[in-house]
């Protein structure tokens, strides 16, 4: 069963500007964000991506920029230990309808498909209201951050108070990685968290530039509709993270058994989510979302 953590990007990875990120210089990463993510994959959590980049449809960001910064991502995550395992983007603006773009949830609908697994047990960690509304429309669990846009949105929109806020990704990742009481004979045998900290090999990074390029063929399918969302599977970058750990750890290894029964089931309630849901619902009950490669069955 895959453990998955959903994380917007700006403002939760690396600083929110306020404004698109359009060159690769001002992808700036939040301290301590990187390695927070590395610490989730060293116990056991695979990490996504669901990031509006209105920018592209707006004309101030290129594809390949966008593919550029991504690449830059993994590899200073790479760096670190880290990895994420699908990037979706939504490069649509407000005035498109899509259903991607947050507060649409359709980009986690696309992740849920992308991994074959239920978003029932998914945590989505955000730092905007649309990233929490994103979470909420579909069966998401939110969390809060205070970087980014956080602490204005926390002040802003009143009734957001039941929703479990951190000052940065990496005290939310303390926190949920942190040994519970009832839990801690079963962690006995588990790698300890500061070894995500140890860990600092640096494989080459030229594996870094398939997993680019990968979101760039994905991207192609886009002329039939405007609504739909893009989501890269870094595969290269996956493979080539669980061997370099296997050759530290033994006993952690990334969760990448997915079963198939999982997967029809998360194909189910995402229907039937869906169906709930005014902007994505004609399309995922049907079967085939809005990519027609989200859903080939493997
Ligand atoms: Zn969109």
Request: with cysteine.
């Amino acid at each position: 069963m895959i453990k998955l953590i959903v994380l917007s990007r700006d403002g939760v990875i690396n600083e929110d500007l306020g404004r698109p990120v359009t060159t690769v210089d001002e992808w700036v990463p939040i301290a301590g964000s990187l390695e927070a993510i590395a610490r989730l994959n060293q116990e056991g959590w695979s990490v996504a991506i669901v990031t509006n980049q209105s920018g592209i449809g707006l004309g101030i960001l290129e594809l390949s920029t966008l593919h550029d910064i991504h690449k830059r991502m993994y590899e200073l995550l790479n760096e670190v230990g880290g990895k994420i395992d699908v990037v979706a983007f939504c490069p649509h603006t407000d005035t498109d309808g899509c259903a991607c773009r947050k507060p649409a949830p359709g980009m986690l609908y696309s992740i849920s498909e992308r991994l074959g697994i239920s978003l029932n047990n998914v945590t989505m960690v955000g730092d905007s209201l649309h990233d929490m509304q994103a979470a909420m429309a579909s069966a998401v669990s939110p969390v809060i951050v205070r970087t980014g846009k956080g602490l204005k949105t926390l002040d802003k929109h009143k009734g957001l108070e039941h929703i479990p806020a951190f000052d940065d990704l990496a005290s939310y990742v303390d926190d949920l990685l942190a040994p519970k009481v009832d839990e801690e004979a079963d962690k006995a045998d588990k790698p300890k968290v500061s070894q995500a900290k140890a860990q600092s090999a640096k494989p080459q990074s030229s594996k870094s530039v398939q997993s680019g390029k990968s979101e760039v063929s994905k991207s192609q399918s886009s002329k039939q509709q405007s609504n739909k969302t893009q989501t890269s599977k870094n595969q290269s970058s996956k493979a080539q993270s669980s061997k370099s750990q296997s050759s530290k750890t033994q006993s952690s290894k990334p969760a990448s058994d997915k079963s198939p029964s999982s997967k029809a089931l998360s194909t189910k309630s995402q229907a039937t989510k869906s169906a709930a849901s005014k902007t994505s619902a004609s399309k995922a009950t049907d079967g085939k979302e809005s990519n027609g490669k989200a859903s080939s069955s493997k």
